[in-house]
């Protein structure tokens, strides 16, 4: 819909719905596009905030390597552009990792926070993982990336009953993802390799939902769990039966837990 | 709040707010006043229906014992003379065990169907904790029904954090519970002894969330997943970290659960 | 088979074929004809030894109350006077807990431990579920004492199979266990009442497995995690689909991890 | 150490030991080499026999693409040359498979059979994974080979903890892996494309053994339970703490459930 310019950098965004501000943060191989069927349950009672970052969707691409602070200084600078002084932010996978960066160096602009199939630290295994998707992306071969990353993205049972949407997909890869798209893939893929927040999480002081998903064998629930006993003020929830994509296998679940709480993270339940 | 006369039986029931009817049944040794902490995030969209059951609260007593249909029977009555067309109804373990036999009776009845930490049969072993909680109830002992019940109510972690909190329940117990509750209860623990709906199931067709959680003993995961794979319509998430009351112990998920589902479940959500 | 005196009682044992002594010991309502079914398959390689500790059994009964220390002691006077240098220990639930506490102690004495349904401390949990077990053999009634404690022994699926195996077990309490037995039961109960080692497991070097039971909801799995994550030489691995009574439900199983674990524990595998 | 011809094919095997013969079953990136580190322990009362499938190690490379069922006939063979009448087979993850299709056809063939880290179909995701590690085999590039395959083989802790081992054998892949090693293993990789054994796994009648990990992400712990609910005599048990690569990770698990098993499943454990 609409750019702003940041730092010399066209940055897209959408917004929808009026209200407080929810920031949606996308997954690595996402972008505003992603989002289409949750526009209208999420923008109901809150302005939809989608946002591309650089090197994804209609965002500008970058021209070097960088880390995922540039997207934690470019959220703050759009944010202050746009006069949003608080927000309620949601990341899933890459977009969480962004997100928990901001939270610890901007947590007074948020409201609440949402982290859904993320991790507080690019361990070791993971740091492999994207060097074989950084090969993959490399080829520019959409068959090539598609195997090397999607079988790792949605759980096997998903994969089983959804094949023919899937290879569909492989062939849209093939036609539509570009080199600049690819080159853009490698430079966010690497983006994250030096990514450890596991010391910082205890700054987090907002209201925090973890979610994930029973079959997430990309980023394993017991890695939201890391991060929902070192934040005091984190709840946390398992989607069942989804693989890494859990907004995508499990919509009404994803978007239950991230509307439910939404609505009742500032309420009192006084029990004990 | 005030009272309806079914069938020459006084049942009482308390509502909130405005909007669609959101009715919440209570487990088996709940009343309308333990929804208390909840009252304000539930009523805020919706016309909140709080109801003991007979033998529960301020409800009339029974003379004789009875099965859960009678409950459902109630209910039905109740929605009827209440001029409730179609509820949305949450049901948490015996509750929730008349929410689904209400669903399989009359699921024209309902927009939604949310079930907490709740069963579709009563197996031999609950049958035989039924019979240990029947032998404690007898005694009208607040010490000895505290403790034959409670430590499968709350998680190992709940209660090591809150004992305090739990024995003076158990001093509650003790002054608070007349005779005549303990026989309300032993008719209520009576009535799910022979309940087993797993071949009826498939009959709920009204979008349902099943909610599990984690450290459930009682009642643990893999029967709300039973219940998750013969709904057809049905979601599921679970709580991490909360016992058999989950609603008690992990409020905000609970919550999180229920409000977002009813926000939600009549989206469509088109990814694949 | 035998009786050895030891400070003036006599404690009951069995021994049965040659090798390494093979000590087994009991969970709180076992005692050594518990371990019958086993005896051919563990006494093939290892001297297999069954006791009694005082107040189980046909061991004699202790005239006041007691801490499992007592047992530690009888145990390692009982190994002196027998000869048995080093043994190689398996203890079940309660059982497991002395053999802990043994093992913190007298590690010199050890080729081996294996810790299956135990745990570490008696949480605030457990000790109200010994309080309502303590009132259940208060009334020296076999079938409030059998629907006290058998539903939190067997998993739901192992009493859904064998309800008729179990109701003649109950019938067996009935007649079998006297007044004096229940309240040796109830000094029993009452040892682990102060029971904590966490801060001591770190001690324990002697290889060790730990076994736990997916569908244990007395002494959840996790109860057994952080007495492995505590002993750096320990192994873990967790039967499928048993209860607390892992030995009796998963025969096979149970018997596969011990036997092989010693087999194997002083092995060296040299992979990294 | 020895070569037997069968259908003009060189297969190598070796033994070690004296008893009845048990046989281990290669994964498909394993030769009898991977086992050193575990033949001291398993020949020690048993003929331990290893074996490199065609394609695979010291064993001659196929002209052409095959099946497993390739492997079973091969296998059966041998066992008639040998006059191994029967013997206790064990096969993990695509051992696992071929060993699963050895037990429908040849089950009299059989005392025993353990099944660790295997599935009983090739599901559509495992599919495009084999897709993925063949498109990384043909680029004979030992790195793009080590980062398409191992971070899915080995669990984030196992690599975490074990990084500079990883990185060696890394360099090892390098130099060692021929262009003759990746084709055969890119047939071996294709020869299980069609494996689908659901509806037979009934048939299997001989003492089974089915070991899952924890922490397996390429054959989740739920593929094995599948296999173990459709096996009548299966039994189950779970490594905790490994990934994919158990019997690497956690030797000691492994060994135990192997050794132990096999000491065991004959006897009759009469409890119910």
Same sequence: chains 1, 2, 3, 4.
Avoid at 19 to 28: A, D, F, H, R, S
Avoid at 126 to 153: C, E, Q, R, V
Avoid at 235 to 259: D, N, R, T
Wanted: charge should be negative; include cysteine.
């Amino acid at each position: 819909m609409t750019k702003i310019s940041i730092r010399n950098k066209n940055v897209y965004y959408e917004t929808y719905g009026e209200g407080e501000p929810l920031v949606l943060l996308n997954g690595i191989m996402m972008s505003t596009a992603s989002w289409i069927p949750f526009i209208k349950a999420f923008s109901k009672n809150y302005k939809l905030f989608l946002i591309d970052f650089i090197d994804m969707g209609q965002s500008d691409k970058a021209e070097e390597n960088y880390t995922q602070n540039m997207h934690v200084e470019f959220l703050k600078e759009v944010f202050d552009k746009l006069n949003f002084e608080k927000v309620n932010m949601v990341g899933v996978s890459y977009g969480g990792e962004v997100a928990i960066q901001f939270a610890i160096k901007y947590g007074e602009r948020l409201n609440s926070l949402i982290l859904a199939n993320t991790t507080s630290y690019t361990f070791n295994g993971l740091k492999d993982i994207g060097a074989s998707w950084d090969m993959a992306a490399a080829t520019h071969d959409g068959s090539i990336f598609f195997n090397a990353t999607m079988p790792h993205i949605y759980s096997p049972e998903f994969y089983q009953d959804n094949i023919q949407w899937l290879k569909d997909r492989e062939k849209l890869f093939q036609k539509a993802l570009t080199a600049e798209w690819y080159e853009g893939f490698r430079r966010l893929n690497n983006s994250s390799l030096e990514y450890d927040v596991r010391d910082n999480l205890h700054k987090i002081k907002v209201p925090t939902l973890v979610i994930g998903a029973e079959y997430d064998s990309l980023l394993p629930v017991r890695f939201q769990e890391e991060i929902y006993k070192k934040i005091e003020s984190a709840k946390m929830a398992v989607i069942k039966g989804a693989g890494h994509a859990s907004m995508y296998e499990k919509p009404y679940e994803f978007s239950s837990l991230v509307l439910g709480f939404l609505s009742c993270c500032n309420e009192e339940f006084k029990i004990v």
